[in-house]
């Protein structure tokens, strides 16, 4: 039997109408280096999205392959209570050196949402270690993502993918979003103060005795369709945690290793969180591996005599496992040995300037971007930005047209974004706008003859 008909056969694949595979089966990779894939059917795609944000310097870079293998000639796995491994240490080591200070210790998962119920259950149980229990509520908002799991799932945007779970969510607070080319209170970004800090402060006021913390992604709602938002927006929030004594965890996931032009997003600013939630690019896109670091304040609050019962009972199976460590490591070894981040910060003025071309499209109702992030928005009026219904999958029909042209382009519902690994060259982050821009025009024409 071909293996395709084997995987249909026996594979549900995740965020997937698996009736949709009766037209567009799932593609066949059979190996990948740099920036491409190589599919079974002898074409090259470009993974213009980082395979699913976690690519950093390519795929299969020799120096992570090589720390994968060397690491799993000696030490395979092991449990990380009561026992401990050489690239843990050295991997919490170097975490905590390159993030804010106000983090000092750091706790392993092995996944984007599993850092985050870290992050929610470490704050929950903090205010219950001190007597607090009246503290039980997260502040969260629209259009965020914090992952799938339960309690990921409940302080991320309710939209209508996730709206049958409904009922299984904790009851927490969600205030609008900075989305500024939908903006909540109806201003424009050059002229605006701000406003939309409003609706955090106006739960806050009221509810701060209830709340534990908030949770937000830095500078940029990715899954929520790429909405970079001002950092001023994220200061004003540091400030509200700040004044009422509420947690800040930020999530980056997504923005961590580099995306937005810096290691980490939050270095955009001065702020110091109480977690900072870290997955997707950590290996460089090898392994799966999550952390959530967190501060001395936070770590004292669980510290006293066992009968005291303030431990963390928290755990997973492949808590730091120790190939994903190494991989991690050499994958932070790597951003200094090419020097990533500098490299990158040639090319974003670049890849910025190109995306700018974008809003002359019709179909384009908003371009937005940060450091090596970009996406836009298809509206299907671009005067009163009403935007297309679900049934017309403008983004399903984008995506299908850019695998025809090499180019990975699964979107967010209508944000078409770009989210290349950094080891990207100019020449091929040209080739690749230059084909979008093409695809982008053809639906574009298409549409305004439809009107
Ligand atoms: C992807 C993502 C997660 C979830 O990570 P998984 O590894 O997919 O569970 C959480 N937060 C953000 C911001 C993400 O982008």
Known sequence: MELVEKDLRY??????????????????????????????NGRVYYDTIASWWCNVHGHCHPRIKEAIKSQ????DHILLAGFTHKPAILLAEKLISIAPKSLSKVFFSDNGSTSVETALKLSFQYWHNLGRVEKKRFLSLEYGYHGDTLGAMAVSDLNPFNKCFEWLFYGGYKASAPYCYRCPVGKIRKTCNIECIEFIEHIVKARADEICGIILEPLVFGAGGMIVYPK??????????????????????????????KMFATEYTHIQPDFLCLSKGITG??????????????????YDDYSKQKTFY????????????????ASLQVFEEEETLKRCAKIIPIFHE??????????????????????FELVKDKKTKEPFSLSERIGYKVYKEGLKRGLILRPLGDVIYLFPPL?????????????????????????????
């Not at 928290?314 to 490591?329: D, K, M």
């Not at 700018?356 to 996406?375: A, H, K, P, Q, T």
């Open 232 to 261: 001023e927006y994220l200061e004003k929030v540091d400030e509200i945690a700040l004044k009422y004594n509420l947690h800040l965890i930020l999530d980056e996931v997504a923005t961590g290793f580099g995306r937005t032009g």
């Open 423 to 451: 080891c990207i060259k100019e020449e091929e982050l040209t080739e690749i706008l230059e084909t979008i821009y093409s695809i982008l025009l053809s639906f574009s024409l298409q549409s305004n003859q439809a009107i």
């Open 285 to 302: 896109g090898t392994l799966p591996l999550g952390a959530t670091l967190t501060t001395e304040k936070i770590y004292s609050a669980f």
């Open 11 to 40: 594979i549900w694949h995740p965020y997937t109408q698996m009736k949709d595979t009766e037209e567009l089966p799932p593609i066949l990779i059979e190996r990948a280096e740099g920036i491409k894939l190589y599919g079974a």
């Open 314 to 329: 928290h755990g997973h199976t492949y808590t730091a496992n120790p190939i994903s460590t190494a991989a991690s490591l």
């Open 72 to 75: 799993v000639d000696q030490l």
């Open 354 to 375: 190109r995306l700018e071309r974008f809003r002359e499209l019709s179909l384009v109702g908003d371009v937005r971007y940060i450091g090596m992030l970009g996406g």
